[in-house]
Structures are given as structure tokens and as C-alpha cells.
């Protein structure tokens, strides 16, 4: 039985799709079924405006539903598939004289693209050391860190508080990201006070994004989630905000990896 569009709302709603890649990835093989079974009529539309809607800051599936939208064809949700998964290799290979022998890293959440780049260097005989900050309130540091400790690689989990602690252990910082736009590059809620001690400690900060992940849109809409996932109790004065994103000015960045080069901040810009 294919997937339901609820089912896979409820997948991406709930993290258990998670990252901006994924996302998108889970979306388009849940649309070309949708589309050879029923063109691109209602259900389609309704389809894109739902998913859409799940995870509104990242701004790959957007781009990618732009396209679709445009083309009204299979071939391009194919090869828009294709070009996702590709980026992956096409990183790696760009970025490789990155990441030197015995290099310490520190990283933020759970990137597909970022960890690509890591791992490909460990396929490469780079010893490295990667330090994962947990990511409160959903813990997407821990699937970094036992992704990476599966596959040999040591890793040292940390509390996000103790970044600060660590950061004259690391020699670089890598994130990836879910939208790179005019005014800096939005990942992960945290990512801004990390490139901030970057900027203090002398820490090049690198940023891993392939270049679906140019973000054209006038406005973003950072996601705001369940207050639950950070506390629970219902106290009367208590307010709780729980933002999933920030946005990180690109002065704080050094290079951006992406599947086309390694790219400067004003190369971006430019591309924008
Ligand atoms: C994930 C996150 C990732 C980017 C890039 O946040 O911030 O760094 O999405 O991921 P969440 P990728 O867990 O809330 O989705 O490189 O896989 O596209």
C-alpha cells in the first residue's frame, strides 16, 4: 500500500523525516506515485500545499515543487531525485581538501549534507575527531553521533551549553543548512551562537548546502514548534518559545560547500 499524504505529513511533522534534503527526497517519491496514478490535478495540488506547509523554513522541497509545478512532467520530479541524491558525492568530491588528517570538528544537528563531506574524508584515511552538539529539544545531535560512531569515526557528544567549553579543542566547524539567503544562511536553532564563538576563538566556520538550497523567497517563515518538546508543565506566567531555526549573517561564514565548488559567501550572493 503506497503511503497516505497524512502519513507522510505526520512523518515529517513529527522529525521522524528530518533535515531539509530528506524532506524533500520523502516528498517527491511520495508525489511521482501520486502523479502516475493521477496526473497533475487536484490531488497533486493539494498535495504540494500540504507538504509545503509541514516545514516551512527549509527551502529545497519548495524549489523543487516550483520546478515540478512549472515542467508538469515526471521526468522532472526523476531529475530533481537525481540531482538530490547526486549532491551528496558531488560535495564530498568538492570539498575533500577540507577536512586534513587528525582535523577536529565540531557540528551542529544532523545534516545529510555536512555529514557527507565528514565521511567521505574518513573513506579518504583522514583521521578526524568530531565533537556533536546534542540539539535541544529534539536531539538530532545524538542520530549525528551515533551515525558517525557506527562507522568508526570517534565522536564526543556534548551538552549545546558546552560549546563554548570545547571550541578551542575543534580546528573547524561545519553545518549544514536549510536556506541560504541574501541576509545569511538559516539552519538549526543554536547555529548563530556557534558561529558567534567561531568569530571570538578564530574557528573557520564552513557551511554544507548544494545549490537547491538558494533561497529566492522574499520572506521566511522560521518554524515555530510544540512548546511541549521543550517543557511540559502548564504554569500559569510560564510561556515557553521553541524557534527550530536561525539565521547566521554570512559574514561569520568562511566557505560554503556545495555540489557545484567551494563557493565564498559573495559567490552566493551573487547566485542569488
Ligand atoms: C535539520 C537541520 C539541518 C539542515 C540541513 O533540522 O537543521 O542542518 O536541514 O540538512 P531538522 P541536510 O532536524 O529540524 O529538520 O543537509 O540533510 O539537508
Given at each position: 500500500m503506497?503511503e497516505?499524504?497524512?502519513?507522510l505529513?505526520?512523518?515529517?511533522?513529527?522529525?521522524q523525516?528530518q533535515?531539509?534534503k530528506n524532506?524533500a527526497i520523502e516528498?517527491?517519491?511520495?508525489?511521482?506515485?501520486?502523479?502516475?496514478?493521477?496526473?497533475?490535478?487536484?490531488?497533486?495540488?493539494?498535495?504540494?500545499?500540504?507538504?509545503?506547509?509541514t516545514?516551512?523554513?527549509?527551502?529545497?522541497?519548495?524549489?523543487?515543487l516550483?520546478?515540478?509545478?512549472?515542467?508538469?512532467d515526471?521526468?522532472?520530479?526523476?531529475?530533481?531525485?537525481?540531482q538530490?541524491?547526486?549532491?551528496?558525492?558531488?560535495?564530498?568530491?568538492?570539498g575533500?581538501?577540507?577536512?586534513?588528517d587528525?582535523?577536529r570538528?565540531?557540528?551542529?544537528?544532523?545534516?545529510?549534507?555536512a555529514?557527507?563531506?565528514?565521511?567521505?574524508?574518513?573513506k579518504?584515511r583522514k583521521?578526524?575527531k568530531?565533537?556533536?552538539?546534542?540539539?535541544?529539544?529534539?536531539?538530532?545531535?545524538?542520530?549525528?553521533a551515533?551515525?558517525?560512531?557506527?562507522?568508526?569515526?570517534?565522536v564526543?557528544?556534548?551538552?549545546?551549553?558546552?560549546?563554548?567549553?570545547?571550541i578551542?579543542d575543534?580546528d573547524?566547524?561545519?553545518?549544514g543548512?536549510?536556506?541560504?539567503?541574501?541576509?545569511?544562511?538559516?539552519?538549526?536553532?543554536?547555529?548563530?551562537?556557534l558561529?558567534?564563538l567561531?568569530?571570538?576563538?578564530?574557528?573557520?566556520?564552513?557551511?554544507?548546502?548544494?545549490?537547491?538550497?538558494?533561497?529566492?523567497?522574499?520572506?521566511?517563515?522560521?518554524e515555530e514548534?510544540?512548546?511541549?518538546?521543550v517543557?511540559?508543565?502548564?504554569l500559569?506566567?510560564?510561556?515557553?518559545?521553541?524557534?527550530?531555526?536561525?539565521?547566521t549573517?554570512?559574514?561569520?561564514?568562511?566557505?560554503?560547500?556545495t555540489?557545484?565548488?567551494?563557493?565564498?559567501?559573495?559567490?552566493?550572493?551573487?547566485?542569488l
Amino acid at each position: 500500500m503506497p503511503e497516505s499524504l497524512s502519513g507522510l505529513e505526520k512523518r515529517i511533522k513529527s522529525l521522524q523525516v528530518q533535515g531539509a534534503k530528506n524532506i524533500a527526497i520523502e516528498s517527491l517519491i511520495f508525489l511521482r506515485t501520486l502523479v502516475k496514478k493521477k496526473g497533475f490535478r487536484n490531488d497533486f495540488r493539494e498535495a504540494v500545499k500540504r507538504l509545503e506547509k509541514t516545514r516551512p523554513t527549509a527551502v529545497v522541497l519548495h524549489n523543487c515543487l516550483e520546478e515540478i509545478k512549472k515542467e508538469k512532467d515526471v521526468k522532472a520530479i526523476e531529475r530533481l531525485l537525481r540531482q538530490l541524491k547526486d549532491a551528496d558525492k558531488q560535495i564530498a568530491l568538492k570539498g575533500r581538501g577540507l577536512i586534513k588528517d587528525k582535523t577536529r570538528i565540531m557540528t551542529r544537528c544532523h545534516s545529510s549534507e555536512a555529514l557527507a563531506l565528514i565521511k567521505y574524508a574518513w573513506k579518504d584515511r583522514k583521521k578526524m575527531k568530531v565533537y556533536a552538539t546534542e540539539t535541544r529539544p529534539k536531539w538530532q545531535g545524538v542520530k549525528t553521533a551515533n551515525e558517525l560512531a557506527k562507522l568508526g569515526i570517534p565522536v564526543t557528544l556534548i551538552v549545546d551549553s558546552a560549546m563554548g567549553f570545547f571550541i578551542d579543542d575543534v580546528d573547524m566547524v561545519i553545518v549544514g543548512t536549510d536556506a541560504m539567503r541574501n541576509e545569511g544562511f538559516v539552519n538549526k536553532i543554536g547555529t548563530y551562537m556557534l558561529a558567534l564563538l567561531c568569530k571570538e576563538h578564530k574557528k573557520p566556520l564552513y557551511v554544507v548546502g548544494d545549490t537547491l538550497k538558494l533561497d529566492k523567497r522574499k520572506y521566511i517563515q522560521i518554524e515555530e514548534r510544540d512548546p511541549d518538546e521543550v517543557y511540559k508543565e502548564n504554569l500559569k506566567n510560564l510561556y515557553v518559545r521553541n524557534p527550530a531555526f536561525d539565521i547566521t549573517p554570512w559574514k561569520y561564514v568562511k566557505r560554503v560547500i556545495t555540489e557545484k565548488g567551494v563557493m565564498t559567501p559573495g559567490n552566493i550572493k551573487k547566485l542569488l
